[in-house]
């Protein structure tokens, strides 16, 4: 079926006008500038009656374009129905549905609809600019450039033939499906892949093609500043017109200046695509991919707060592809609740085949923390390669599970803080390495319903951190965290100190293996949980103690039981509840928190309650620490153990040293105490120059003793490591 394109060109629209009068609240500070741009509306397209469209929650596994030159059939579909799955997404090829421009041939994706329909299935369209086979166009001829002045394959950005010529491929295309009964959305993505101005030029990114540049020296500039003397007087400069300012790369001056019409670019076409298609129908469900990591933000300028508002304001649904990442997971479902926007998870196979059932198992474990904002999965991809005899099946097994999750994870009033403003051009905002990492440790260690707010969202009142009792920075102390100390708040400094303020919904015996996942029902008188053994050889054999004060239930009296809703084994602790969890390595279980008493009888499970508490004075326990110049003194104060300011840990007796880590001069700032039985000696950064080894032993404890030994014993008093100073 061959049709004409409805238009060949179309009057652009910009989304974002930043009067002149605007300027004068702009904020300099040296080289750090942030435009005002970027607030929780900031798209300010006129709303019209299309942004009343529901979204759809996501059940799908992505397929390649067609099965090897032929549509998908029928009996294609009828498989993937039959293992639970609602949505199958295909990977569109702008160059067979638009062969030349202007000229579209909808016959194979007519025909891959039907049979979707015929299956009982939705198909799910995803548009790619650049990046997929198929995508761009063979008569797409302009192409991007790095800052290093590198060609990429990726088209220009803003060329002024192919940009809205994708513009156009795509709206057209969703017009003409909108009423075909097997259509089920589109996802909409832009640039390189889903990591918008990544390069095809190893190491780099894009951005500098004469095209961008064009576009940042005649809209950008202009729209923001209104006059080179406002630009001048921003920017402590004396050009005498726009055409002066550098598209500066970054490490150069005004380098800020050219990474937020970066971003801007992001905004503008992002939302372009939105409101065109919307503008079609608005019943269509609609997604946004979102592909890297935070060390991305700044360089991509991938910034998840300028998606989640374009979503909030178009209603889309935010695609989270970084799931094997529970930080980011963290993140993205903290953003889900905050702008009010589903969010779905995608599973991207690893590159070690050892790892695909754990990480598998991983991502579905993480799913429930989306809730109540879950916009489903999407399993990344069912091609038939290995990751399709391993993992496919793990996620199909769990797909009614996840269906039948109804709620919200649970929510304490403490936050992790995290400074993203570097990605905003502030040149002193925190590092964005890899702070994810950071999260993803403390929420293994703390299993708790902890917020992640970023700078960004208090910066615009999307977040206000009064809400919160405490807040723990991940990446610096930031202006925004300065006036919630000023104003009462308790700003942390450890992570140990978390738990002061917001209970851990569960404890387990050790970190890294097993992760449990809640929702919370809506009544406040029960949970269901996920537990997940995450690691490909270690089953968990174990207690775990279930909090019904950190699920946030209502006061009551529960129990436990499992996937058929028998009561397990469990005896009620002063944490709430313990019982016993056997989970093979790389799998799943179910368990339900619900109302009333243990049925009589229920059996008491090895490892809860028998251990022998620690010592009131001389000890360190799960999650204290201490920091430079601290110590721990023996009950008698004959022996004290200091982390002294040059980074060595040491035991003394009068001032005479009797041991120490060999740590002097190592940049070690801390040492924790941890809550999987491990106490590490670690630098201000948080990377590790020394530990006991003891890790996976829950509740252990460091005792200094009177008789000179300081020994780590575990939660039932077995001793795990120690000085070997005992009678010195």
């Known amino acids: 079926m061959f049709k004409k394109a409805s238009r060949k060109h179309r009057a652009r629209t910009y989304l974002i006008s930043v009067p002149a009068a605007l300027l004068a609240g702009l904020v300099v500070a040296g080289a750090a500038f942030t435009a005002p741009l970027f607030g929780a509306d900031a798209a300010t397209t006129t709303a019209t009656a299309t942004q009343a469209a529901a979204s759809s929650t996501l059940w799908s596994t992505q397929l390649k374009w067609d099965d090897n030159g032929a549509a998908w059939s029928e009996a294609s579909f009828a498989a993937l129905k039959a293992k639970g799955l609602e949505q199958a997404e295909i990977d569109m090829s702008w160059n067979t549905v638009e ?371 405490a807040v723990l920075p991940i990446n610096g102390v930031d202006a925004n965290l300065t006036a919630y100390r000023n104003g009462g708040g308790h700003l942390l400094t450890a992570a140990s100190q978390l738990s002061t303020y917001a209970p851990a919904y569960a404890t387990l015996a050790g970190s890294g293996v097993l992760q449990i996942a809640p929702v919370v029902d809506a009544a406040r008188t029960g949970a269901q949980l996920t537990l997940a053994d995450i690691t490909s050889g270690a089953a968990y054999d174990g207690p775990v103690t279930v909090s019904p004060a950190g699920l946030g239930l209502a006061a009551g009296t529960y129990h436990l039981v499992d996937a058929t809703g028998q009561a397990i084994p469990q005896v009620a602790v002063a944490g709430g509840l313990c019982a016993s969890a056997g989970v093979p390595a790389a799998s799943l279980a179910e368990w339900s928190v619900v109302a009333g008493a243990a049925p009589a009888g229920t059996p008491t499970p090895a490892g809860c309650g028998t251990g022998t508490p620690p010592p009131s004075c001389g000890a360190l326990t799960a999650n204290q620490q201490l920091t430079a110049g601290q110590s721990v003194t023996a009950c008698n104060g004959g022996y004290k153990l200091t982390l002294q300011g040059d980074g060595n840990l040491v035991l003394s007796r009068s001032g005479t040293a009797l041991w120490s880590s060999g740590t002097a001069h190592s940049g070690a700032t801390r040492v924790v105490m941890q809550g999987d039985g491990n106490l590490v000696l670690s630098t201000g950064t948080g990377a590790a120059v020394w530990s006991t080894r003891t890790a996976t032993h829950s509740g252990a404890y460091l005792d200094v003793q009177n008789d000179g030994n300081t020994v780590l014993y575990s939660a039932a008093g077995a001793s795990l490591w120690s000085t070997g100073t005992a009678g010195r």
């Open 99 to 469: 062969p030349a421009q202007g000229r579209f041939d909808y016959t194979e994706l007519d025909q891959e609809i039907a049979n979707a329909n015929a299956a009982g299935v939705h198909l799910v369209l995803i548009f790619w600019y650049s990046g997929w086979n198929g995508s761009p166009a063979s008569w797409v001829t302009s192409h991007e450039t790095t800052a290093s002045g590198a060609q990429s394959a990726t088209p220009a950005w803003w060329d002024r033939t192919d940009e809205p010529a994708y513009l156009a491929y795509v709206t057209d295309t969703v017009k003409h499906v909108a009423g075909e009964a097997g259509y089920g959305g589109s996802v909409l993505d832009y640039g390189r892949l889903d990591s918008v101005w990544d390069s095809t030029v190893s190491g780099q990114v894009d951005g500098w093609a004469q095209a961008d540049v064009d576009e940042f020296h005649n809209v950008y500039l202009p729209q923001t500043y209104g006059s080179i003397g406002a630009f001048d007087s921003a920017r402590k400069t004396s050009y005498t017109s726009f055409a002066q300012v550098p598209a500066a790369t970054p490490g150069q001056p005004l380098a800020a200046v050219y990474q937020l019409f970066r971003l801007w670019s992001v905004q503008q076409v992002y939302g372009q695509l939105a409101a065109d298609v919307r503008a079609v129908t608005a019943s269509t469900p609609l997604y946004f991919y979102f592909g890297g990591h935070v060390g991305n933000f700044a360089n991509y300028e991938n910034v998840p707060e300028v998606f989640f508002a374009l979503a909030k304001k178009y209603d889309v649904t935010v695609v989270q592809d970084c799931s094997e990442s529970t930080g980011i997971d963290l993140l993205f479902a903290s953003l889900g609740r905050a702008y009010g926007v589903n969010v779905a998870t995608e599973w991207t196979a690893p590159s070690d085949s050892t790892q695909l059932a754990a990480q598998a198992v991983q991502w579905i474990g993480n799913y429930p923390m989306m809730l109540p904002e879950g916009g489903g999965t999407d399993f990344f991809i069912h091609d038939g390669t290995q990751k399709d005899t391993v993992a496919y099946p793990i996620y199909t097994a769990w797909l009614g599970h996840l269906k039948g999750l109804s709620g919200s994870y649970p929510q304490q009033p403490v936050a992790v803080y995290l400074d993203d403003s570097l990605a905003y051009g502030s040149t002193s905002g925190g590092a964005l390495g890899a702070p994810e990492n950071g999260i993803a440790s403390l929420w293994d260690g703390y299993q708790a319903g902890f917020s992640v707010v970023t700078s960004e969202e208090v910066d615009t009142g999307i977040v206000k951190l009064a809400q919160y009792r």
